[in-house]
């Protein structure tokens, strides 16, 4: 259990480090204040993580899965690239001013926006313990159907906090040209949550009648 949780925090750091590198290495300097703020928030929620997720979710999250759906495989593999390419064009936008000028309160709206999502993604993990990085029935851990907190109003929140904060990150860098990246991961992610429900409602016990009670997958009154 501690090789995986251990695993999971050097997952995370690295993650972290890398994007702070792209940032500053397109962004061809380290004086980006609005870049510097970004990472303070990101920073900050994963400090505040390590404080309230349940240790085995994070042993969980850091297990290396033989179960996961192959179709989950590759969503999540496709989705690395505009996830790391979000801060490679926001940095390069800030270099070569495509964007133009944009108001303090635009960008800070958008770390208001990320921080927002951020803790909506905390919440979930908070709520379901089985709040796996990949789509897996995990009968090794008892699966069963999360009801609570936010799980009341839509049924993968997780999926919001994360969507939210994806297209925040360009507001708040202060760029334009970064959404398109952010849309289509955003678009990647709307379909894992079709095949995610989909697969909960074939395989897993008492989802289907959740699923009749809370009848949206991510935002109320609309889907």
Not at 107 to 127: D, E, H, N, P, Q
Not at 213 to 223: A, E, F, G, T
Request: with cysteine; hydrophobic share 50%; charged share 15%.
């Amino acid at each position: 259990m501690k090789k995986n949780i251990i695993r999971r925090f050097a997952h995370v750091i690295v993650s972290f480090i890398i994007t702070g590198i792209l940032l500053f290495l397109s962004a061809g300097t380290i004086h980006w204040l609005w870049a510097w703020l970004f990472l303070g928030i990101c920073l900050l929620v994963l400090v505040f993580n390590f404080f309230v997720m349940p240790r085995d979710l994070i042993e969980e999250r850091g297990k290396v899965k033989k179960d996961t759906k192959h179709w989950d495989k590759v969503l999540t593999s496709l989705a690395i690239i505009p996830f790391f390419l979000i801060y490679a064009c926001c940095g390069l936008d800030y270099r070569f001013g495509w964007t133009g000028e944009i108001t303090a309160a635009y960008k800070v709206s958008g770390l208001v926006l990320t921080f927002t999502g951020y803790m909506i993604f905390t919440w979930a993990m908070t709520c379901n313990k089985f709040f796996s990085t990949e789509v897996r029935l995990q009968t090794d851990r008892g699966h069963y159907v999360a009801t609570g907190g936010p799980y009341r109003w839509v049924r993968h929140p997780g999926y919001v906090g994360y969507c939210l904060t994806t297209l925040a990150t360009p507001l708040a860098l202060g760029t334009l040209w970064g959404l398109t990246f952010a849309v289509i991961i955003v678009a990647i992610f709307i379909y894992r949550t079709y095949r995610e429900d989909n697969t909960l409602h074939e395989e897993l016990p008492g989802y289907a009648e959740y699923a009749e009670r809370v009848k949206y997958r991510l935002i109320p009154y609309v889907w």
